[in-house]
């Protein structure tokens, strides 16, 4: 009986984890690795055959196990069974994580939509969709919680952050801190905050010459995002990465994307001795500048005065924990990825002459060579406007969106339906945003070129010119969601356009600007997206403007 009890408790093992869905490491590893080792001792024969009994029950177990799963995933009995999508995908998501490792996944995306449509299989519970029709019902109001991933990524802090609250009750109550640190008049506030770091970044950039820009903006976002979460503390523009920051971002970056599509790794990388440590340091660090920070009470309002409360405006204390936390979150979600749309916009920028000088006219005529830059004239720069738009759009700063878990139903075996689309509770779905803006159904003409005209002749401020026809001018706004929708939307995309904006008018109000010799302009074949878009090297000259 020994084969036929083998095969049968594969098939129960794979049963439990597609019914229960086991997290604890203790459970994933008892069920696929003890339990056989266990019915080979029970038809053991004898202690000279231990050897050959252990090997024969474990090649039994394993291949029904792989057989059984790899059959129900790609057989039609699976309820994701309708969707296309390709094979390895439908089987496993170990494939896609092979391919997030390599940083193309946003390339892969777009390919499997060319492909197969609006609506992919990219897992074997996974579904990654193209069409506008489902932004609203899955990211809007009412719409699906953040997916266990964002929690699996979240596992080291004592404290869920706010982009990991799957609960919308929950998730609208802590976010309530934030929206008052995003109102137009703490926006105003800050604008002296930023301000002084886009002086000093201009004044790095006129001081240096050659630069690696990318590098710098990243220095620039960071020191602004750590006086807005902790009131300063770190000096990157100034001192340079002397905490080896940037490593650990990119290798943090890495593990996270990782875990959005294995979030079951995340609770063993937890057991890994010292996995930690890093994450750990920098929650350190960052506890250490929010005491400081309270120490040193509010002089001028950040967005630690708001995170904490200091305006006395919640019925209950916020924890401390949850402070340092967001202000951590402050630091991760607001600096990588306004470095890459900032650094994105001087590529496309130098690599358009005709674009760049268009919105030096611009600046010139709102912020000429002296005058002191403020956000006065920024509403009327459409120009600008434009050109931020068009980076947004092309170099969305999370290109594969953020995954979202269909959620229980009164009647769970119902799922959730709307439109043609049908989904079981548990299905992780998301909008591939990379896909959605690089889409000639969205956008078009020079869908993959950096045209920043488009937002104007959308907003009939200019001419579409006579040699387009009419019929070919596709410019579809419901379909650009750079900073995501809904209320779990980015909740930062406010302070991002100060940065973005400022930033640029200061140093083409300031600065001449060019490619180093010899760039080859790789900027975005070097893309990975390892969930923030990370870039390569932006080298770059400046000199003085005469
Ligand atoms: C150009 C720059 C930025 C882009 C493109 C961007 C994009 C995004 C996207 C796509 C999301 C996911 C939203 C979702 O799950 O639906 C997000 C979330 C978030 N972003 Fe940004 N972001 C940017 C800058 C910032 C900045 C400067 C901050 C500063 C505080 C920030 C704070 C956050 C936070 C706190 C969340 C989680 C929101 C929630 O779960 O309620 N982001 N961002």
Known sequence: HEPLSTVILALLVHRFFQKYEPQSPGICAFLPLILPAMVSGAFMQGASSILGSLSRVYAIFYTSLILSVVLYRLSPLHPLARYPGPVLA???????AHLNWQGKQHVHYRNLHKKYGDVVRVGPNEIMLSDISVIEPLLGPGGWGKANHWHARALHAPVVPLSAVN??????????????????????????IVNKRVVQLTEALSARKS???????????????????????????????????????????????LIGHLPWLARFMMLVPGSKNDLDNMRKACFERAILRKKKGTKQKDLFYYLSDELGAEKEEIPFEIVVNDGDLVVVAGSDTAKTVLSSLFFYLLSNPEKIAKLREEIDRFYPPGELLSSRCFQEMSYLDACINETLRLSPAVPSGSQ???????????????????????????????????????????????????WLIAQSSMELPSSIPKADFVHNTAAFIPFSCGPANCIGKPLAIL???????????NLDVRFEDGYARTWEDEWKDHFVLMTGKLPVVFSNRR
């Open 211 to 257: 630069v690696d820009l990318a590098r710098l903006f990243g220095d620039f976002t960071h020191d602004v995002m750590n006086d807005m979460a902790f009131g300063g503390g770190v000096e990157m523009l100034r001192d340079g990465d002397l905490t080896g920051h940037w490593p650990l971002i990119e290798s943090g970056m890495k593990a996270f994307a």
């Open 404 to 454: 979202r878990d269909v959620g229980p139903n009164p009647d769970p075996s119902k799922g959730r339906t709307f439109g043609s689309y049908y989904f079981p509770e548990g299905t992780v779905v998301g909008i591939h945003t990379f896909t959605l803006h690089r889409d000639p159904r969205n956008f078009s003409p020079f869908t993959d070129e950096f045209w920043p005209e488009r």
């Open 90 to 96: 439908r089987i496993s998501k170990l494939w896609f």
């Open 167 to 192: 609960d919308h009750v929950e998730h609208a109550r802590r976010r309530r801190t934030w929206m008052r640190g995003f109102s137009p008049a703490a926006l105003k506030d800050y604008e002296e």
């Open 499 to 509: 940065e973005l904006r400022m930033a640029a008018v200061s140093i083409l109000q």
